[in-house]
């Protein structure tokens, strides 16, 4: 989700509704986590035929130059940089006549810079939180009219490191996230690609402060136009809302409230080599930092 969410405790950053120290802490933990996970890319949900397995790389990187509490405005000076490797594998199966698949994927990510109100925050950056899914699909077609329905369901572990003094690539917590997946052929080369989900995530007490977040939730929506069964592009949006964050019951500024218009473009260079490239842009953001740039290059390998 969408790149980044933690940070480190000073007053001197921000005065957050009387926190004391050691809510402040874990507020600035958990600005930069989860944007690592679930975007997607078009024709992610296109049925990939029994017994195809699937391997992805994907490199990311997105910088902001602009942090917002919600209730509190923009905070000045502040700026994120960050870059991540994500190793994703998808094995698709027709199982007792049900057409499903199995993934997982994992991030690798430095935090080089994050600085909130001038001050440089402490990183731990490294090997994310690891998730697995699996996907039924109630239909699939790939006419150029037909439509593809995916129902999935995500489990991300707290596996990666986590500190509630710093930056963190993980999050510290369980995550269950279903998501409803649809690929719609329009005709004439265009397609509709959307897709929903909504995380839950389970309370932790880190460094004595109990850490608890609302559902969150994500729409993306792209139209794609294949000019040849090689080649496509798309332009997409992405809304993100809820994620409310409590810190020891006190609401921290934190939440999932943002809007992104991307561009995609996509192309096999060989029948089981393609390649992807997307190009975001955050246009509204409240509750964190607001992307200037996300860009992500994605090769896949049939195998």
Same mark, same amino acid.
């Given at each position: 989700?969408?790149?980044?969410?933690?940070?480190?405790?000073? =007053? =001197?950053?921000? $005065? $957050?509704?009387?926190?004391?120290?050691?809510?402040?802490?874990?507020?600035?933990?958990?600005?930069?986590?989860?944007?690592?996970?679930?975007?997607?890319?078009?024709?992610?949900?296109?049925?990939?035929?029994?017994?195809?397995?699937?391997? %992805?790389?994907?490199?990311?990187?997105?910088?902001?130059?602009?942090? =917002?509490? !919600?209730?509190?405005?923009?905070?000045?000076?502040?700026?994120?940089?960050?870059?991540?490797?994500?190793?994703?594998?998808?094995?698709?199966?027709?199982?007792?006549? #049900?057409?499903?698949? /199995?993934? /997982?994927?994992?991030?690798?990510? !430095?935090?080089?810079?994050?600085?909130?109100?001038?001050?440089?925050?402490?990183?731990?950056?490294?090997?994310?939180?690891?998730?697995?899914?699996?996907?039924?699909?109630?239909?699939?077609?790939?006419?150029?009219?037909?439509?593809?329905?995916? %129902?999935?369901?995500?489990?991300?572990?707290?596996?990666?490191?986590?500190?509630?003094?710093?930056?963190?690539?993980?999050?510290?917590? #369980?995550?269950?996230?279903?998501?409803?997946?649809?690929?719609?052929?329009?005709?004439?080369?265009?397609?509709? !690609?959307?897709?929903? !989900?909504?995380?839950?995530?389970?309370?932790?007490?880190?460094?004595?402060?109990?850490?608890?977040?609302?559902?969150?939730?994500? $729409?993306?929506?792209?139209?794609?136009?294949?000019?040849?069964?090689?080649?496509?592009?798309?332009?997409?949006?992405?809304?993100?809302?809820?994620?409310?964050?409590?810190?020891?019951?006190?609401?921290?500024?934190?939440?999932?409230?943002?809007?992104?218009?991307?561009?995609?473009?996509?192309? #096999? %260079?060989?029948?089981?080599?393609?390649?992807?490239?997307?190009?975001?842009?955050?246009?509204?953001?409240?509750?964190? /930092?607001?992307?200037?740039?996300?860009?992500? $290059?994605? /090769?896949?390998?049939?195998?």
């Amino acid at each position: 989700r969408s790149a980044a969410q933690s940070y480190y405790k000073n =007053k =001197k950053v921000i $005065v $957050v509704k009387k926190l004391n120290s050691k809510v402040f802490a874990a507020l600035l933990a958990s600005f930069v986590g989860s944007s690592f996970a679930f975007d997607g890319m078009p024709g992610d949900y296109g049925w990939a035929g029994d017994g195809t397995t699937v391997l %992805l790389l994907y490199g990311q990187y997105e910088s902001a130059d602009k942090f =917002k509490l !919600d209730g509190s405005g923009d905070v000045p000076n502040s700026k994120l940089k960050a870059s991540a490797g994500i190793v994703r594998g998808v094995q698709y199966a027709e199982i007792g006549g #049900w057409k499903t698949s /199995f993934q /997982f994927f994992v991030p690798i990510a !430095d935090l080089s810079t994050v600085r909130i109100g001038g001050v440089d925050q402490k990183t731990n950056s490294g090997v994310g939180d690891l998730t697995i899914g699996a996907t039924i699909y109630p239909f699939a077609s790939s006419e150029p009219t037909g439509t593809t329905l995916g %129902l999935t369901l995500f489990v991300t572990a707290p596996t990666g490191d986590y500190d509630s003094d710093k930056v963190n690539v993980g999050d510290g917590t #369980w995550a269950l996230t279903p998501q409803i997946g649809l690929v719609q052929g329009l005709g004439n080369g265009f397609f509709l !690609d959307a897709t929903a !989900d909504v995380g839950f995530y389970e309370s932790e007490r880190h460094n004595g402060v109990k850490k608890s977040v609302d559902p969150a939730s994500q $729409v993306q929506l792209d139209l794609r136009y294949q000019f040849s069964p090689a080649t496509s592009v798309s332009v997409g949006y992405s809304r993100l809302y809820g994620g409310e964050e409590y810190l020891d019951d006190q609401y921290s500024g934190s939440k999932t409230d943002s809007q992104q218009v991307r561009l995609f473009a996509s192309h #096999w %260079l060989t029948p089981t080599v393609q390649t992807q490239v997307m190009l975001g842009k955050d246009i509204d953001v409240e509750g964190g /930092f607001e992307h200037d740039l996300m860009a992500v $290059v994605r /090769f896949a390998k049939i195998i």
